[in-house]
């Protein structure tokens, strides 16, 4: 190691050194910069969509939601002009509707099973959660039945009403939970016998306050200000939880002002308190911001596969994503940095790393990660592979010239000295070692341009100089980098960086021809709230 050392020399260290510190002030500097730039102006907020003001949104909406959803669109468009018309109906019918029609903007389920039927079907693309409500029995205020729990709705004398499960979120919630229980078939036939199945559960609600019916299943908010009624919380229906989710359709000819008008809705500070003044448990929403920004931060091995991702998702969104590319070891550091200067102003909403080794030098300050991709480490040669190197032990020969990444400033680095140590070769390889960098990308031209024999380098960035380079495939298990996504704990825009990270996954060939393999379990879906 001594010689490897010595063939480095003093200015070899001071050039990385100063390389290191130069990238480290820039990028703060480009973070400073982030931070005090404005926002985009409103007459460019619907410009994706080819118009300058906001247009018209039409939106499917589940019956049991239309006083929030009412109260919420008339303060959108009370600060930004446009106009929401809402179309109400049961949540499987409203679904039945778009598939023949084909049109809209927004879908507003009533549970979360229906906006991820509809994007199975190809119906909607983006979902944004918004609040949750439970199933209660319903009873006119006093409770003339004495109706005391599910049992009662089976007697002779009861007359009750549950939403069709083909068409209301309630009804089918509803009998997903007590089907396993044993309780569906006769709460069924109770039904059909003496009560009524509807379409809505308005409709249901309706029929308890004109008396129609004796007693019925409603979602809690739809009674929760209603003092002419009285709902019962039964054991049985203890997980039959509606999750209301509010999809952009594929069918929107201005998916960017519908998601403008999503954003407000499932923000903390607009759309979801007057869910919860309705009665809804709402989610954790981002903070709203008319013209939104992501700062990520991804490792430069990565930036050839996400670059078109995020160019899409920025113009679909009408968001800025701040993109810092580096390698890990100088992105991680200027998080250390970040994290407590300013008390963490300015810190990455989002990372993705070239491996899972500096996820881990920060995975305090960020959530669990998806594992999107991975590439091979190997050995890059001159075309021709003129030093006939085939395997790890030709590196150790007297007069090679290798150049390596520098493991304080990037995964590569790193990665080379755990192949190198777990086969027995780190000493005899690294005194070989002409010249290090502080990121994967810089290796390449090295070894293109003849200034050394061969350097260790990512699979994925010989894609781009496959006419320059050959590679020497690594007989190691070792020789593999894993990418993770994740969002920081801090951010104030965690659903917009999921929507960030699905973008991404849409992008799955994209990372394959920049030469990555899709990871076989890779889900959007990893990283949690």
Not at 136 to 141: G, L
Not at 189 to 208: K, P
Not at 290 to 296: G, H, K, R, V
Not at 443 to 472: C, K, M
């Amino acid at each position: 190691m001594s010689s490897y050392k010595q063939r480095r020399g003093a200015a070899n260290t001071y050039g990385l050194a100063l390389l290191g510190g130069l990238a480290l002030l820039a990028a703060l500097g480009a973070i400073l910069a982030m931070m005090n730039r404005t926002a985009g102006s409103p007459a460019s907020r619907f410009a994706g969509d080819g118009r300058a003001a906001a247009p018209s949104l039409t939106l499917y909406c589940a019956s049991g939601i239309r006083l929030p959803i009412e109260r919420i669109a008339a303060a959108y468009q009370e600060s930004y002009g446009g106009r929401i018309n809402i179309q109400f109906g049961g949540s499987n019918t409203l679904l039945s509707q778009l598939e023949i029609a084909h049109s809209g903007d927004l879908f507003l389920a009533a549970d979360e099973s229906y906006a991820e039927l509809a994007r199975q079907k190809g119906l909607v693309r983006e979902t944004l959660p918004l609040a949750s409500m439970r199933a209660v029995i319903v009873v006119p205020a006093g409770n003339p039945k004495r109706i005391a729990g599910l049992a009662d709705l089976l007697r002779g004398d009861v007359r009750a009403s549950v939403g069709n499960p083909d068409q209301a979120a309630i009804g089918k919630v509803v009998r997903d939970v007590l089907e396993p229980l044993g309780k569906w078939r006769e709460l069924e036939s109770a039904v059909t016998a003496r009560g009524v199945f509807q379409a809505t559960v308005s409709e249901v609600v309706n029929s308890v306050k004109l008396g129609a019916i004796d007693a019925g299943i409603v979602w809690d908010t739809s009674v929760a200000n209603e003092p002419q009624l009285a709902m019962i919380a039964v054991p049985e229906l203890a997980g039959a939880v509606g999750r209301i989710a509010l999809g952009i359709l594929t069918s929107s000819r201005q998916p960017r002002a519908a998601l403008h008008f999503a954003r407000f809705a499932a923000a903390r500070d607009r759309g979801l308190p007057i869910f919860q003044q309705a009665g809804y448990e709402v989610v954790d929403g981002d903070a709203w911001a008319d013209a939104p920004e992501l700062t990520f931060f991804c490792g430069a091995v990565n930036r050839r596969a996400v670059e078109p991702a995020i160019a899409e998702f920025e113009r679909r969104e009408g968001v800025r994503v701040n993109t810092v590319y580096n390698g890990c070891g100088i992105l991680t550091g200027q998080m250390k940095v970040i994290a407590d200067w300013q008390q963490g102003r300015g810190f990455p909403d989002t990372y993705l790393a070239c491996d899972r080794y500096y996820l881990e030098v920060v995975k305090d300050q960020f959530q669990d990660a998806a594992e999107l991709s991975e590439t091979a480490v190997v050995i890059a040669v001159p075309p021709g592979n003129p030093q006939k190197i085939r395997a790890l032990q030709d590196l150790t020969r007297d007069g090679l010239r290798l150049a390596v990444g520098q493991p304080k400033q990037c995964t590569i680095g790193v990665l080379t000295r755990n192949i190198l140590q777990s086969e027995g070769v780190q000493d005899a390889v690294l005194k070989n070692v002409v010249a290090e960098t502080c990121s994967s990308a810089l290796l390449l031209p090295l070894v293109a341009t003849g200034a050394v024999d061969a350097a260790f380098v990512y699979e994925s960035d010989t894609r781009a100089a496959q006419e320059q380079v050959e590679i020497v495939r690594i007989a190691s298990p070792l020789a593999i980098a894993i990418q993770p996504f994740s969002i920081a704990k801090s951010s104030r825009n965690k659903w917009l960086s999921r929507r960030l990270l699905q973008t991404l996954a849409r992008h799955k060939e994209q990372f394959e021809s920049a030469g990555f393999r899709w990871r076989p379990n890779a889900s959007p879906g990893a990283t949690k709230q």
